[in-house]
């Protein structure tokens, strides 16, 4: 499996903007579509963003659409989700998972389909 560390989060204010790296090793990152899941307290895990092998496909959840932006550097192992204009609702532990595939097709939206993770990073907008 692939190794994940993310890093990035911290405490920031509504409107703000934070940026989140997840550093991959132990594997041929670009074998692996990536993507970022958040959790709050006491709520499930849920997807926030997605980008394919080559970076050509990505997906994002609605709520964050416009707002987030997720981009990835093969040659440095490294997906980046770009956080702009947060809200106190984006408040959350941030993951990334990396889900092996077979070709460059759109990325999964579904936390289940993700075989590796890291250990998360908190982020925290205050109103």
């Known amino acids: 499996q692939v190794q994940l560390v993310e890093s990035g989060g911290g405490l920031v204010q509504a409107g703000g903007s934070l940026r989140l790296s997840c550093v991959a090793s132990?594997?041929?990152?670009?074998?692996?579509?990536m993507g970022w899941f958040r959790q709050a307290p006491g709520k499930e895990r849920e997807f926030v963003a997605a980008i394919s092998r080559s970076g050509g496909n990505t997906g994002y959840a609605d709520s964050v659409k416009g707002r987030f932006t997720i981009s990835r550097d093969n040659a440095k192992n490294t997906v980046y989700l770009q956080m702009n204009s947060l809200k106190p609702e984006d408040t959350a532990v941030y993951y990334c998972?990396?889900?092996?595939?077979?070709?460059?097709?759109?990325?999964?939206?579904?936390?289940?389909?993700?075989?590796?993770w890291g250990q998360g990073t908190q982020v925290t907008v205050s109103s």
């Open positions: 132990g594997r041929t990152f670009s074998n692996y579509a």
């Open positions: 998972g990396a889900n092996r595939v077979s070709d460059d097709r759109s990325p999964s939206g579904m936390y289940w389909t993700y075989e590796s």
